[in-house]
């Protein structure tokens, strides 16, 4: 079954205001990464992130890693129109001599210019 | 190098027709991942190697479904007996084996099942 669960599936803001999205996952991850998708795209890689506790920030960006290592968010401040796609977390997980990246369904950003 | 390139892009097949789609990985990366995308949702992890191996195969897989990359570098995904729920966005994606490092997906194939 779905392994890292992502919500919400879908939001909607006005342009400037802020866009989280919250990522959970039932086994403990490697490291957590974060993709964007447009539409008629596919997943375009924006960051990983692999120590517990860990923050990191690209421009409007804020990433954050659990300190389990089961969670993650991504907070868009102050939106824009070029943030409008689809994000998704993926958590690389290892099970038994096998390591796998395992998406969530994303959520769907769209923005009200 | 220009990435990961998937063959063919489209593919529209009749029901009970056997598929096949190609990965081109980026030339260094030893691990490949496919992918199943659907509307509105995420990447469905399918299966992966690390170079030849296949190291896992998703247990949501029918027996219908089998990859192969013979000698760790292109793969192939088949499907046999082709049903309508198969239609969907197929999407390779590849990476390096040393951890923490990004996948780098493919423009996939959206296969039809008509």
């Known amino acids: 079954g779905q392994q890292v669960m992502q919500i919400p599936q879908y939001q909607h803001v006005q342009e400037g205001e802020d866009f989280t999205t919250y990522c959970n996952s039932s086994t403990t991850l490697s490291n957590i990464q974060w993709y964007k998708q447009r539409p008629g795209g596919h997943p375009v890689f924006l960051i990983q992130l692999v120590k517990s506790g860990e923050v990191k920030k690209q421009k409007r960006l804020t990433f954050q890693f659990g300190e389990a290592k089961k969670n993650s968010s991504l907070h868009i401040t102050a939106t824009q129109t070029t943030d409008v796609g689809t994000y998704f977390c993926a958590g690389l997980i290892t099970q038994g001599g096998s390591e796998k990246l395992v998406f969530g369904k994303g959520t769907k950003l769209t923005v009200n210019p | 190098d220009t990435g990961v390139s998937q063959d063919p892009r489209h593919k529209i097949t009749k029901r009970g027709q056997n598929v096949t789609f190609r990965c081109d990985p980026i030339s260094e990366h030893n691990r490949l991942y496919w992918y199943r995308q659907t509307l509105g949702q995420g990447p469905e992890f399918l299966t992966y190697?690390?170079?030849?191996?296949?190291?896992?195969k998703s247990r949501l897989l029918s027996d219908r479904f089998s990859a192969e990359r013979p000698k760790g570098s292109f793969s192939t995904l088949e499907i046999q007996r082709t049903e309508q729920g198969d239609s969907a966005m197929y999407l390779c994606?590849?990476?390096?084996?040393?951890?923490?490092?990004?996948?780098?997906f493919g423009q996939g194939t959206r296969l039809t099942v008509v």
């Open positions: 190697f690390q170079n030849e191996a296949q190291l896992e």
């Open positions: 994606a590849s990476s390096l084996v040393r951890m923490n490092t990004e996948a780098f």
